[in-house]
Each structure stands twice: as structure tokens, then as C-alpha cells.
Nanobody
Framework: QVQLVESGGGLVQAGGSLRLSCAAS????????MGWFRQAPGKEREFVAF?????????YYADSVKGRFTISRDNAKNTVNLQMNSLKPEDTAVYYC????????????????WGQGTQVTVSS
């Protein structure tokens, strides 16, 4: 089993930056694929970023955040991070950390574990 806790959300002006963190516990973190999703009011949960395990990991991003967001992991600390730069009002959402997908990484329904979410609000 895996427990996930997100932190780092808050209020920021357009063009600013935030760094989200997800702390994992319960099983071997270094062996788990990890993803970030977000959900705005009235919208479906959407894929943001994904990172594979192991030292030579690969990353994938939604087109809407490419060049602005960076996902990374620290296996020693059992943590996955999301650095968000050049934030836009449309980035406003609750951001969720997810772990251990059984299918395609960009589909929220395939993830086995989810955190409670952290609110990110970008003002114009």
C-alpha cells in the first residue's frame, strides 16, 4: 500500500512560480511510476506530468505545461516534486499526486493511489 500527501500549493500572481511536493510512504517508492494531475471547478481531472522510477528515468508532460513545469523525484526522500514556472490563470486547480498506474500514464483511472490534493490559485 502507498500513502501520498501533497504540499506547496497557494496563491500566486500570473508569471510567478510554485513548487509542489508529494511525500510517499507504505512501500518501496523508488519502484513506482508517479504522476501529477489537476482538476479545476467544473472540469474533468487532467494529466499534467509523469516520471518513471530508477536512476535513468524519463518524463512526460501535457502540451499545456511543456516548457513551464518540471517533474522530478528524490528516491532517498520518497518525494516527487512539480516545479511550476510562468504560471497562468488557467493553471488554477487542485493538484493531485498519483502512483502506480496499470495502463497508459495520462489516464487518471489507471492509477492505484491518490493524495488528497493541494490548491493552486493563479491571479491575473
Amino acid at each position: 500500500q502507498v500513502q501520498l500527501v501533497e504540499s506547496g500549493g497557494g496563491l500566486v500572481q500570473a508569471g510567478g512560480s510554485l513548487r509542489l511536493s508529494c511525500a510517499a510512504s507504505g512501500r518501496t517508492f523508488s519502484n513506482i511510476n508517479m504522476g501529477w494531475f489537476r482538476q479545476a471547478p467544473g472540469k474533468e481531472r487532467e494529466f499534467v506530468a509523469f516520471v518513471t522510477p530508477w536512476r535513468r528515468s524519463t518524463t512526460y508532460y501535457a502540451d499545456s505545461v511543456k516548457g513551464r513545469f518540471t517533474i522530478s523525484r528524490d528516491n532517498a526522500k520518497n518525494t516527487v516534486n512539480l516545479q511550476m514556472n510562468s504560471l497562468k490563470p488557467e493553471d488554477t486547480a487542485v493538484y493531485y499526486c498519483a502512483a502506480d498506474p496499470s495502463g497508459t500514464y495520462y489516464q487518471p483511472g489507471v492509477y492505484k493511489y491518490w493524495g488528497q490534493g493541494t490548491q493552486v490559485t493563479v491571479s491575473s
